[in-house]
């Protein structure tokens, strides 16, 4: 049986830029389509590649900017043949354009079960306005999750959350599970695909994601996940991640990390199938499956290629 790939990119609304006073029009450019990298670039290179994604919005900016730019972001991805499934941020439940100071907490774990419910419900609610299907899949802002928050999906009807992120647990990736669970596994009503982590030097954990493996941990990350049969891989990405911080400038290292991934996904088409949540019919449950294994010349490489990356795309900032 192929491993299942699960290629999520958590797209939203940039805080900082809210924060920082820009204009709606300048926050939604610099956050879902930054320097010509950003989501219509993703799919781009997704559709040139023949690859399924999942994009989980968030649509929790709507309270203080209205619905129009995750009309926007939604349509978007639907008509590329994506799938849309839900990404939450809880500090934009109190934001306001007119004072950029007012929020509520940044983690969903400080809140309630009762709380987390009623925002899920929400934000799930604000999405399907914004012309997706109700979501069948949950992916918490930061990782931010619990065992409550696993409970109000289950209430939902929301059957899959991937936010247990070991390289984060116990905070603020708070559910009750192994740090070491990358394996689909049933928890709390709830099927869990937890974010693939790699060893990347003995006793640290660190997940799959564009900005924090290079492309050798991420191609090690895919063959180690083929030979052992594992059931899924499970990796992150953001819309503004190929970008600098402000947004304003393309980030080379990790363009050339995401052309790579897409590359390598569909070299391996026969072991690996790119999956949408919505499709999954059953998942096996509740294996050994083990994360790569540290090695020190990778972490190494990537430390240093990491370094320069930040050095040259910030120094436009």
């Not at 559910?175 to 060893?199: D, F, G, K, M, Y």
């Not at 953001?238 to 070299?267: D, K, P, Q």
């Not at 096996?284 to 490489?301: A, V």
Request: proline content about 5%.
């Amino acid at each position: 049986m192929p491993t299942r790939v699960f290629l999520t990119v958590d797209t939203e609304l940039m805080w900082r830029h809210h924060a920082a006073g820009l204009d709606i029009d300048t926050i939604a450019e610099r956050s879902l389509e930054p320097a010509e990298v950003g989501i219509g670039y993703q799919l781009k290179l997704l559709a040139d590649h023949g690859l399924k994604a999942t994009f989980f919005v968030d649509p929790m900016p709507a309270v203080a900017y209205g619905i129009d730019p995750i009309k926007r972001v939604v349509g978007a991805i639907l008509a590329a043949g994506q799938e849309v499934q839900l990404h939450l941020h809880p500090n934009w439940a109190a934001a306001s354009d007119e004072d950029r100071a007012a929020h509520a907490s940044f983690e969903l774990i400080d809140f309630t079960f009762t709380e987390q419910r009623e925002l899920i419900r929400a934000a799930s609610d604000l999405l399907v306005a914004a012309g997706a299907q109700r979501p069948v899949a949950f992916r918490s802002g930061s990782y931010s999750a619990s065992d409550d928050t696993l409970s109000a999906l289950a209430e939902l009807g929301i059957r899959y959350d991937s936010s247990h992120n070991g390289s984060e647990h116990p905070w603020p990736s708070a559910i009750s599970l192994p740090e070491r669970q990358i394996a689909p596994v049933e928890h709390r009503s709830v099927i869990e695909i937890p974010v693939t982590l790699i060893e990347d030097c003995a006793g640290h954990l660190r997940h799959f994601q564009i900005c924090a493996l290079s492309t050798t941990e991420m191609r090690d990350a895919l063959d180690h996940a083929v030979r052992a049969s594992h059931v899924a891989t499970t990796i992150v990405s953001h819309g503004f991640e190929l970008c600098n911080r402000a947004g304003t400038r393309a980030n080379a290292i990790h363009v050339h990390r995401f052309e790579a991934l897409c590359r390598m996904l569909a070299e391996r088409r026969g072991a690996m199938v790119t999956s949408h949540f919505a499709d999954l019919a059953d998942l096996p449950l509740g294996r050994d499956d083990q994360p790569l294994g540290p090695s020190l010349i990778r972490t190494r490489l990537r430390q240093a290629q990491q370094l320069w990356s930040n050095l040259v795309s910030e120094r436009a900032a």
